[in-house]
């Protein structure tokens, strides 16, 4: 079969494609052929060695898929040959076929495409995991949400408006926050031209939001911590910006608001059942057509260097589908 393999920790273009064989699923484990596999930042970072999890070479990127099972290992309860599933593993996902434990695996609804299904794993599954398990997000509450035109920045918009929030869309330009408006922003912020912590400010009556949702870091952390309200909820996704800030621990006191950290990929292995009610939400979602993912673009399997380059450019808005 065809694989994307790092050889070498590199940047993507060291990356080759290569035939490699099958894998035979184990007790317990499920063999995946894979129909559309999701690119992440992280998947830039792992390829170097940069990233929390550290595989040693040779190893695939790509950590969500979607696919139909080809063969079940002995002790298999929970699949057949001939199901649809999608599915999270860290990294090894971008080849043919996967093996996966079946407990890393949801069964796929048939009103849901691979592709929307590859891309809904750790973005949107993070983000509900941090709205609904972390910040207990409530109907009629508002959401700020920086970097709101990137993968987890769309997914927050989106899942925030499902939850009946008031959402504020942040993000460097005007072509970006339009992007947002179309997957259900109410407000936005240009913060690349706007003071954030005054216009979201302003756009609150002075009150303050209620829940920030903060992929990026970098500058604009303190001035988006300044913007919560009394008992806000800052949630902590990530650091697109590459900077992670140091937040003054006196403006949490002042404010009575709380810091919270996003740990999706611990949770769902340290609270498994939260995680796959989770899912069968956003399948829900999805297949009402209240959350559409959106995917940036879909790519061969030769052309993962290309698409990682650009998600490590940050020249991508939404999800990058690589087809085996």
């Keep these: 079969m065809k694989a994307v393999i790092c050889d070498r920790l590199g940047p993507p273009e060291d990356l080759t494609i ?12 499920v063999l995946v052929a894979v129909q559309a596999a999701a690119l992440n930042f992280f998947d830039t970072l792992i390829i170097q060695g940069k990233y929390q999890f550290r595989p040693e070479p040779p190893f695939s990127p790509g950590a969500e898929f979607a696919g139909t099972v080809t063969a079940i290992g002995e002790g298999v309860e929970l699949f057949d040959p001939g199901d649809r599933v999608m599915g999270y593993i860290k990294w090894g996902a971008v080849r043919e076929q996967v093996v996966a434990s079946e407990d890393d695996l949801v069964a796929l609804p048939d009103d849901v495409s691979d592709a929307a299904a590859a891309g809904l794993t750790v973005t949107y599954g993070t983000t ?8 207990d997000l409530q109907p009629g509450e508002t959401v700020a949400v920086l970097g709101a035109s990137g993968g987890v920045g769309l997914a927050a918009v989106e899942i925030a408006k499902a939850m009946g929030a008031r959402v504020i869309a942040c993000a460097s330009s005007a072509e970006k926050l339009e992007l947002a408006r179309k997957h259900g922003a ?5 913060y690349a ?3 954030l912590k005054l216009r979201l400010k302003a756009l609150t009556d002075g009150c303050g939001v209620d829940v920030v949702y903060d992929p990026v870091g970098g500058p604009y952390a303190e001035p988006a911590l300044r913007a919560t309200g009394w008992r806000g909820r800052y949630l902590v996704i990530g650091f697109a910006a590459g900077e992670i800030p140091k937040l003054p621990l006196n403006l949490v006191l002042l404010k009575g608001c709380d810091v919270l950290g996003v740990f999706w990929g611990d949770a769902i292995v340290r609270e498994p059942e939260a995680h796959r009610d989770n899912m069968a939400q956003l399948l829900a979602w999805v297949a009402d057509g209240r959350i559409v993912p959106h995917i940036h673009g879909v790519y061969p399997l030769g052309e993962t260097p290309s698409a990682l380059r650009q998600i490590a450019e940050r020249k991508v808005s939404g999800k990058v589908i690589i087809t085996p």
């Design 18 to 29: 290569a035939e490699i064989a099958a894998p035979e699923p184990g007790p317990g484990e």
């Design 128 to 135: 509900l995991h941090a709205f609904r398990d972390r910040a």
């Design 186 to 190: 109410d407000e936005l912020v240009n």
């Design 193 to 195: 031209e706007e003071d």
